[in-house]
């Protein structure tokens, strides 16, 4: 089934989301964020669905982060987008069902954040990880109320003021990453291990997401979207998206 820019399909008791989008590296497109929300949605209201798989289609990325394509450089269309992009990327945690992020590839910016907000990572080990929008002149929006508590507040802080991207041993090091499979077996090993927790008490497993979960989504996020225009309003986040666009390096004014 093609939702959006996603394919959905189940195996007994797990749905799995495949991102489809592969010549762009499964960015964030109208089409994948309507196809991730759909995806969840259905998977969360099916009865029979226990545990959910995303992953990317294609070799080369699970989701190379937002498509800015179009983005627009003015504070209230910030916010807006940051909103909506918001709703996508905390959809997992949402969810009530367990999901499992299945990182075949690149995980950058949102794509990172989308895998994040799973309960868990499994990473292809030629995965990489990285919220690189600093180099945008900008900050993630969901990392940024999130990434702390996985990886601690410096190393966070390392991450998003330095952008650069980490590999998928790095990840699990740091503990992002639950744990690195071979490439090929990624796929294998993820439906694996959704069998192990779909085996297990539904009502139980509901609840161990519920709990761990609690207090998510609250202040934090209001205030991620409100600071977001605050950059969209300064000259670096105009000169790092042109030069991002325009594929040269940005010279910041500072």
Same mark, same amino acid.
Not at 86 to 108: F, T
Not at 148 to 158: F, L, N, Q, Y
């Given at each position: 089934?093609?939702?959006?820019? *996603?394919?959905?399909?189940?195996?007994?008791?797990?749905?799995?989301?495949?991102?489809?989008?592969?010549?762009?590296?499964? +960015?964030?497109?109208?089409?994948?964020?309507?196809?991730?929300?759909?995806?969840?949605?259905? +998977?969360?209201?099916?009865?029979?669905?226990?545990?959910?798989?995303?992953?990317?289609?294609? %070799?080369?990325?699970?989701?190379?982060?937002?498509?800015?394509?179009?983005?627009?450089?003015?504070?209230?269309?910030?916010?807006?987008?940051?909103? +909506?992009?918001?709703?996508?990327?905390?959809? $997992?945690?949402?969810?009530?069902?367990?999901?499992?992020?299945?990182?075949?590839?690149? +995980?950058?910016?949102?794509?990172?954040?989308?895998?994040?907000?799973? /309960?868990?990572?499994?990473?292809?080990?030629?995965?990489?990880?990285?919220?690189?929008?600093?180099?945008?002149?900008?900050? $993630?929006?969901?990392?940024? *109320?999130?990434?702390?508590?996985?990886?601690?507040?410096?190393?966070?802080?390392?991450?998003?003021?330095?952008? %650069?991207?980490?590999?998928?041993?790095?990840?699990?090091?740091?503990?992002?990453?639950?744990?690195? *499979? $071979?490439?090929?077996?990624?796929?294998?090993?993820?439906?694996?291990?959704?069998?192990?927790?779909?085996?297990?008490?539904?009502?139980? *497993?509901?609840?161990?997401?519920?709990?761990?979960?609690?207090?998510?989504?609250?202040?934090?996020?209001?205030?991620?979207?409100?600071?977001?225009?605050?950059?969209?309003?300064? /000259?670096?986040?105009?000169?790092?998206?042109?030069?991002?666009?325009?594929?040269?390096?940005?010279?910041?004014?500072?």
């Amino acid at each position: 089934m093609r939702l959006g820019s *996603v394919n959905y399909e189940t195996r007994g008791k797990i749905a799995i989301l495949t991102l489809d989008e592969p010549t762009k590296l499964n +960015a964030l497109t109208a089409g994948l964020r309507e196809g991730i929300l759909a995806g969840l949605a259905r +998977a969360d209201v099916d009865e029979g669905i226990r545990v959910v798989i995303i992953t990317g289609g294609g %070799d080369k990325a699970f989701c190379a982060g937002a498509d800015i394509s179009g983005f627009e450089l003015e504070a209230e269309k910030g916010r807006k987008f940051l909103a +909506a992009a918001l709703d996508v990327l905390a959809a $997992p945690e949402r969810c009530s069902k367990p999901v499992i992020a299945a990182v075949n590839g690149l +995980a950058y910016g949102g794509g990172f954040e989308l895998a994040m907000a799973s /309960d868990f990572i499994l990473a292809s080990d030629r995965a990489k990880f990285a919220v690189p929008e600093i180099m945008l002149g900008l900050l $993630p929006g969901f990392a940024i *109320v999130r990434l702390h508590d996985i990886v601690g507040r410096a190393r966070a802080k390392e991450l998003s003021m330095l952008g %650069d991207p980490i590999d998928a041993a790095e990840a699990e090091r740091i503990g992002l990453v639950l744990r690195v *499979v $071979p490439h090929h077996a990624l796929m294998a090993e993820a439906l694996a291990f959704a069998e192990r927790i779909a085996a297990k008490p539904r009502l139980a *497993v509901a609840m161990a997401k519920s709990f761990y979960n609690r207090g998510l989504g609250g202040d934090e996020m209001r205030h991620a979207v409100d600071g977001f225009p605050l950059l969209m309003m300064h /000259d670096d986040a105009r000169e790092g998206i042109s030069a991002f666009r325009e594929k040269r390096k940005p010279k910041f004014k500072d």
